[in-house]
Nanobody
């Protein structure tokens, strides 16, 4: 069982930056593809970014390309989401998730919530205009 705990959310002005962290409790962190999703009230949870087991490969939804960066530290069992040039429409709850990897796939396979086995509790981001 993997437990994920997000942190780093908060209030920021438009154009500002935040760094979200997601700490995993298990011993097999490096065996998971990690992803970030976000969800607005009454909306479906949407994909933001994913990162490969080693951290070499990353994949982003178009709306955050060039602004957000996903990274991971397999020693600290932590995945990060650096968010720059934040916009009011980025104001939602952000969730990290871990996906068990059966065999190698391209990261675009991991854009759906049903590919992930474990989820954090979410962290709120509010961007003021």
């Amino acid at each position: 069982q993997e437990q994920l705990v997000e942190s780093g959310g908060g209030l920021v002005q438009a154009g500002g930056s935040l760094r979200l962290s997601c700490a995993a409790s298990g011993r097999t962190f490096s065996s998971y593809v990690m992803g970030w999703f976000r969800q607005a009230p009454s909306n479906e949870r949407e994909f933001v970014a994913a990162i490969s087991l080693s951290g070499v490969s990353t994949y982003y939804t178009d709306s955050v390309k060039g602004r957000f960066t996903i990274s991971r530290d397999n020693v600290k069992n932590t995945v990060y989401l650096q968010m720059n040039n934040l916009k009011p429409e980025d104001s939602v709850v952000y969730y990290c998730a871990a996906a068990t990897v059966s065999y190698s796939r391209e990261l675009n396979y991991y854009t759906n919530t049903d590919k992930y086995n474990y989820w954090g509790q979410g962290t709120q981001v509010i961007v003021s205009s």
